[in-house]
């Protein structure tokens, strides 16, 4: 099933575009370590629009996806495309965490995947995220045009979105198993884990995660504890940097579960 760039509704145009690159054209949260069987059920966490949501069934037209976006606006897009291209499953209006909450949300629409719960944003270190990945050749005019773009981009909206814990959604949503576990959730990654108690972690088979780690904050050494903790439950982990953001606090960690090895 092929679903081009122009098959999805998104945010802003500049956004759905990097999305589509990511995501379909370099593939980016299926690395060769990981692999989509026959008819896989997927969790999309942190789906935005739900453009990982549409890989996985351009890829597996069979696939069963559970999407979480919690920011209602982006939500409704996310229900729209999943409708469009028929893809079975639930779209929740909620994110994940440790417990059953409802917080405030710091909301970008100008680059609405980097939105979060506001005790985790950091727009300043965001606006550095991007402005690092532009080439400006230091020229004072581009510096000052990009500044001013990237202040039109990361203007504030505050929200209030609920979160759940994912062992809470598996009581109420019950599956056999989760063959894929994708998790993007701009810094709150370690709390979507917390939320799995230990009774359905035999459950996920493979994780593909974003992992935020900063030297000086509050997410450092996240990497290594999280690698530690999925190997300690039985996971083979891969993590790696792309070379566009070497020095950011971005990396890619992805698991496979004991149960998957052959």
């Known amino acids: 099933m092929t679903i081009t760039l122009a098959d999805v509704e998104g945010v802003n145009k500049h956004e759905t575009e990097f999305l589509y690159d990511e995501i379909f054209t370099r593939?980016?949260?299926?690395?060769?370590?990981?692999?989509?069987?026959?008819?896989?059920?997927?969790?999309?966490?942190?789906?935005?629009?739900?453009?990982?949501?549409?890989?996985?069934?351009?890829?597996?037209?069979?696939?069963?996806?559970?999407?979480?976006?919690?920011?209602?606006?982006?939500?409704?897009?996310?229900?729209?495309?999943?409708?469009?291209?028929?893809?079975?499953?639930?779209?929740?209006?909620?994110?994940?965490?440790?417990?059953?909450?409802e917080v405030e949300f710091t909301h970008y629409p100008g680059?609405?995947?980097?939105?979060?719960?506001?005790?985790?944003?950091?727009?300043?270190?965001?606006?550095?995220?991007?402005?690092?990945?532009?080439?400006?050749?230091?020229?004072?005019?581009?510096?000052?045009?990009?500044?001013?773009?990237?202040?039109?981009?990361?203007?504030?909206?505050?929200?209030?979105?609920?979160?759940?814990?994912?062992?809470?959604?598996?009581?109420?949503?019950?599956?056999?198993r989760i063959d894929m576990l994708k998790i993007d959730v701009q810094r709150g990654e370690q709390q979507v884990l917390r939320g799995l108690a230990d009774r359905h972690w035999p459950l996920v088979r493979q994780i593909a995660m974003e992992v935020h780690d900063s030297p000086g904050s509050a997410t450092a050494g996240r990497l290594r504890a999280m690698t530690d903790e999925l190997e300690r439950r039985g996971f083979r982990v891969l993590t790696e940097q792309e070379d566009r953001y070497a020095g950011s606090d971005r990396h890619s960690l992805f698991a496979v579960s004991e149960h998957c090895r052959g």
Do not use: W
């Not at 209006?93 to 417990?99: H, I, N, S, V």
């Not at 510096?143 to 039109?152: K, P």
């Not at 209030?160 to 019950?174: G, I, Q, T």
């Open 27 to 101: 593939r980016g949260y299926l690395p060769e370590a990981l692999h989509l069987p026959e008819n896989p059920v997927v969790f999309d966490v942190g789906a935005n629009i739900g453009m990982f949501t549409l890989f996985v069934q351009s890829e597996r037209p069979g696939a069963t996806v559970h999407s979480f976006e919690p920011v209602p606006s982006v939500y409704e897009l996310l229900c729209r495309n999943r409708e469009r291209h028929g893809v079975t499953g639930l779209a929740h209006p909620y994110g994940l965490a440790e417990t059953d909450q």
């Open 111 to 176: 680059y609405s995947t980097m939105s979060t719960r506001s005790t985790l944003a950091d727009t300043e270190a965001e606006r550095a995220f991007v402005r690092g990945q532009v080439r400006t050749d230091h020229l004072p005019e581009a510096e000052r045009m990009l500044d001013e773009l990237l202040a039109f981009r990361f203007r504030e909206e505050t929200v209030r979105c609920r979160l759940r814990p994912l062992s809470a959604v598996l009581d109420e949503h019950p599956v056999d």
